[in-house]
């Protein structure tokens, strides 16, 4: 018998997600993933389950269950990710929102609320923005205060999904560049910033598990020097670009915390300082210019 309501594909998805098997998935994944095909609010699972999809939407949920088997995953699917409240375009040429990378915004935002009233102008850069995530998210807490955020990507086509996302989020103060790092960006002190954030690759290029990552794009991910290589150069430079008291804040792998505080230190920057994530893992290290 065909599968064919919200009840029976429910079932399938119980049957899914409670054996063994190693492409099991997580069941939000398939609920979200039956929402997105037949578009009905999450209420739908509970208040309408007699509702009989169509050949095709069965054909779409069960098209998209073998994509997330072979390693694809739903934000590819739906092209969509929710962020800090707000929805962000995802695809093959950007890495898909990480909720930890919201203690990142949420650091820099409790930094910026701490600092004594300063004239406006106020500036802010993120390094490999990608789908736009962080800037956006910031732009979007920052824009009633005046902050300018510049948002910088190696990668045209991640360009096009940030400004997309700019848009779709109705955040009008930030400005986008291709560059790498920050070598598109003048050095003159009139264009310095006052926060520098950014979410770079981290990951060993020898670790094991990126032969598992099928789809997210490997040059967003890792980076030559045990992982170290991109965080060291945005941080020798930092001082260029950064004003006087201005802040560094960058998301790093759960056991670089030392390394990466060293790496500030050597630098010359103070109050350095390492900020854990939601699973108690070292994730964000900051320091200011002296």
């Known amino acids: 018998m065909t599968i064919s309501t919200i009840r029976q594909i429910k079932q399938q998805i119980q049957q899914l997600t409670n054996g063994e098997s190693n492409n099991q998935l997580p069941s939000f ?3 979200d993933w039956l929402l997105h095909v037949i578009d009905k609010p999450a209420i739908a699972l509970m208040t309408d389950e007699d509702y009989q999809l169509i050949d095709s939407e069965v054909a779409r949920f069960n098209d998209g269950v073998a994509k997330m088997q072979q390693g694809i995953p739903l934000a590819y699917l739906t092209g969509q990710q929710e962020f800090w409240s707000l929805s962000f375009k995802v695809n093959e040429h950007t890495l898909i929102p990480r909720p930890d990378t919201e203690v990142l915004v949420e650091q820099v935002l409790n930094w910026i609320n701490a600092q004594p009233a300063q004239l406006s102008n106020k500036r802010l850069l993120d390094l490999g923005t990608g789908s736009g ?6 732009a979007h807490e920052l824009k009633k205060a005046n902050w300018q955020v510049v948002a910088v990507d190696l ?3 991640a360009l096009k999904v940030a400004q997309h996302n700019a848009v779709s989020n109705n955040v009008a103060n930030i400005e986008f560049v291709q560059s790498s790092w920050y070598q598109a960006l003048p050095t003159d002190n009139e ?7 950014s979410n770079p690759p981290y990951i060993d290029e020898t670790d094991e598990h990126l032969t598992g990552l099928t789809a997210e794009p490997i040059s967003a991910l890792s980076a030559p020097n045990q992982g170290l290589a991109d965080i060291e150069h945005i941080v020798q430079q930092a001082t260029t670009y950064l004003c006087t008291g201005g802040l560094l804040a960058i998301e790093h ?5 030392d390394a990466v505080r060293q790496l500030f230190l050597d630098s010359g920057f103070e109050s350095v300082h390492t900020v854990k994530d939601y699973g108690g893992n070292d994730r964000v ?6």
Do not use: K, N
């Open 191 to 197: 264009r310095q910033f006052d926060v520098i954030v």
């Open 253 to 257: 792998g759960y056991d670089q915390g």
């Open 155 to 157: 990668s045209s086509e």
């Open 133 to 138: 995530c962080i800037a956006i998210s910031l």
């Open 285 to 290: 290290t900051l320091g200011q210019v002296q």
């Open 29 to 31: 994944w398939l609920t």
